[in-house]
Each structure stands twice: as structure tokens, then as C-alpha cells.
């Protein structure tokens, strides 16, 4: 498809790739350094994991709306897209100082970052194909987002299992630093591909963006507070990466599932964007949903003497992302107005970021009472979606 292979959408998903190499080479890990920096306060890591986690991704989604809309006032996206993905470069430098309150300030960081040029962006993808390919175009910007994501966890296990072996011990949080050294290579790299995109002309004279929900097509308003009910039990992946842990298994080994995840979304996220331009977006969103809920109350089920079964659930969690990380934003590209792409989509990632706050910490805070309770929660908050998605959007 010689749309998808627009330089602006090749350039866009390398930077996403070398990101995620940074990102998920120390994504895997947070959940181990915090415990390693509160070992002597363990009853608190759940809670803590949850506000850093929940904080963080309400911070970035409140800038994407924003960021989203003057993007649409000044008809730019290249800037704003540099200026993002530089301060989640830096960020990573903070990770050096061992406190749960600068891993929670590296987030935060991060996710300031990620608000500022996730909209731009996304718009900017939006912008640069044809709307009979733009399922395939964020379908492959996702899957470079998740070979990235594969590649630094790959890198993640390799250290751990083979060259600081004793990481596994979780114990000291200096044991940590050599990895989050290296990680800030790719982070670099990354950013350099963004300045060798082009903004695509816009209609200097069009309409300005709104931030008027009454303005957008029903159908886009059901699917924002479908995402609203749905993300309120969708809390962070620390909780699975934590959960898997818990069950006995050594985070060599839980760094391999992540691996596998990543590598089930990267594989499928394209061609499963390209058949949403065919037969819809709709049917695949709601599968995908459906099979989210089966994975988490799959978590919250499995006992120790059975933990195989989390190599199964997070490879079908990946699918799950496949189906829908990349189909959510061409939906809503399909029906945003024209003259506020880049505000509705900061919109739908305000939406689902604003709610995961409240997420993270009553999964953090659920956790700790019972460490089934929030998947089964969260799978239950799934099924609701689907049904509202199946009723709601005609």
C-alpha cells in the first residue's frame, strides 16, 4: 500500500520503534525497582505502583487534549511531536536516583512528554493517508511502537538472564542503573527521525477546532464514554507484570511473557488495521474488548500450582492490543471533524488517561486487600463496554 509507506508514517513509526526500545527495556523492570527501593515497606508497593502509574497517564492525557487542539490552531505537528518525545528522553535520567518519588517524577516526565506529542502525531499519521488506508497506517505505527517494545524487552532479558544475573534478586536498586544506562541510546535515537518529517498542508481558512462534544457525531460520543467505562478497569500492565510475580514466577521469566506479548501485537497489529479499512472497525473493537476481559479475569483466577497458564494469557493479551490500540485511533480519526482530528483524538486519549488514575489506584489499593479483586473488576468493566459498544454505535 504505497499510502502506508508515506515517508511521514516510515519516519513517525522509526521514532516510535527506537522509543520503545528505550521505554520497554525499563518498563518491565519499574515494578522490581520500586520494590528493591521499598523493601522494608512491602504492604505499600501496590498502592505505590498504582499512584505512580495512575498520576503519570492522567498527566499525559490532559496534555494530549491540549496539545491535539493547538496543534489544530496552528495547523503544526512536527514541533510539538520533537518537543515530546525529547522530554521523554531525558526523563529516563531520573531513574539514576533511587527514591520512589524520582521513579514517580520520571514518569510523570515521560508522560508530560508523551502528552505533548501523541496527539500531534497521531493527527499527523491522520493526515498523511487516505481514509481507506488509515487503519493499516496506525496499524503499523502501533506495530513499530510494539517491535520496538518486543526488541528493548528482548535486550531487558538478555542483561538480566546473562550478563547481571543478579538482578533476579530484586534487592538492590543500584544493580538496576547499567540497563537504564543503555536505555537511553535508542530514546535519543529516536527523536533525530522527527526531524525529517513534513507537516501536511492544511486549510489555512478552515473552521477553527472545537472542544464542543455536542459538535462531534453521536456515534464518536458513545465510543468516548464506552472508553470512559471501560478504562475504569483497565489499570496499568505493573499490575499484571506484578500479579505474574506474586505467582511464583522469577522476573527473567516474567520479562520473557512481556517479550511475547510484544512480539503477538507487533505481528498483528498491521494486518489487523488493514482489515478494519475492509469489513469495519467496529466488529474487531469489540472482540477485542471481549477477549481483554477474558485475559484479566484469566489473571485474577490462575493459582500458583497452575501459573503456565499466564504464558497463554499474555500472548492473547497481545492479540487484544493488536485489535484494538491502533483501530481506537482510526475510529476516531473516521469520525472527527475535519478541522479538529488533532482535538478529538486529545479528546479520546483524555478520556481514557483521566480515567486510568482512578484505575491504578483502586486496582493499586484492591491489590492490596486481594489480588484477585481488580482483574476481576476490570473484566467485568470489559463486558460492560462491549455491550454498550454493540448498542450504542449502529
Not at 481507506?132 to 503499523?140: Q, Y
Not at 478504562?231 to 505493573?238: A, V
Not at 489499593?365 to 473488576?377: A, D, E, G, K
Amino acid at each position: 500500500m504505497k499510502k502506508t509507506e508515506n515517508k511521514n508514517v516510515l519516519l513517525t513509526g522509526f521514532t516510535s520503534f527506537f522509543t520503545d526500545i528505550s521505554s520497554e527495556m525499563i518498563y518491565p523492570l519499574i515494578q522490581a525497582f520500586v520494590s528493591s527501593i521499598m523493601k522494608s515497606q512491602a504492604a505499600l508497593i501496590g498502592p505505590v505502583l498504582g499512584l505512580i502509574e495512575g498520576i503519570s497517564e492522567s498527566t499525559a492525557s490532559i496534555l494530549k487534549l491540549f496539545s491535539g487542539y493547538i496543534s489544530d490552531r496552528i495547523k503544526k505537528r512536527k514541533i510539538l511531536a520533537i518537543i515530546g518525545y525529547s522530554l521523554s528522553a531525558v526523563s529516563r535520567i531520573l531513574f539514576f536516583i533511587p527514591y520512589w518519588f524520582t521513579v514517580f517524577s520520571a514518569r510523570v516526565i515521560d508522560r508530560i512528554g508523551k502528552g505533548i506529542r501523541t496527539a500531534p502525531r497521531d493527527a499527523l499519521i491522520s493526515e498523511s493517508v487516505d481514509k481507506n488506508n488509515r487503519g493499516k497506517a496506525f496499524g503499523f505505527q502501533r506495530g513499530m511502537d510494539f517491535a520496538g517494545a518486543f526488541l528493548g524487552t528482548l535486550i531487558s532479558f538478555l542483561l538480566i538472564k546473562f550478563v547481571f544475573k543478579d538482578l533476579d534478586s530484586f534487592k538492590e536498586p543500584e544493580k538496576f542503573y547499567p540497563i537504564f544506562l543503555i536505555a537511553l541510546i535508542p530514546a535519543f535515537i529516536g527523536v533525530i527521525f522527527l526531524f525529517f518529517t513534513k507537516d501536511v498542508k492544511i486549510d489555512k481558512e478552515a473552521k477553527l477546532p472545537t472542544f464542543n462534544l455536542k459538535n462531534y457525531s453521536k456515534p464518536l460520543r458513545v465510543f468516548f464514554i464506552a472508553q470512559f467505562i471501560f478504562t475504569l478497569g483497565n489499570s496499568s500492565n505493573q499490575f499484571l507484570l506484578l500479579r505474574s510475580g506474586d505467582l511464583g514466577h522469577s522476573l527473567s521469566t516474567i520479562t520473557v511473557m512481556y517479550l511475547l506479548f510484544n512480539l503477538t501485537t507487533t505481528i498483528f497489529s498491521t494486518p489487523l488495521g488493514a482489515l478494519s479499512d475492509k469489513i469495519g472497525r467496529k466488529g474487531l473493537l469489540i472482540l477485542g474488548y471481549f477477549i481483554y476481559a477474558v485475559v484479566y479475569v484469566g489473571f485474577g483466577l490462575v493459582k500458583t500450582d497452575s501459573n503456565w497458564i499466564l504464558w497463554i494469557l499474555w500472548i492473547v493479551y497481545g492479540l487484544y492490543y493488536a485489535m484494538t490500540e491502533g483501530l481506537e485511533k482510526a475510529f476516531v480519526s473516521d469520525l472527527a471533524p475535519e478541522n479538529s482530528k488533532g482535538t478529538a483524538i486529545g479528546f479520546y486519549h483524555m478520556i481514557v488517561g483521566i480515567t486510568l488514575l482512578p484505575a491504578s489506584l483502586i486496582a493499586g489499593f484492591l491489590y492490596s486487600l486481594s489480588p484477585v479483586s481488580p482483574f476481576i473488576v476490570g473484566g467485568v468493566l470489559a463486558l460492560i463496554n462491549c455491550i454498550i459498544l454493540i448498542i450504542g454505535l449502529k
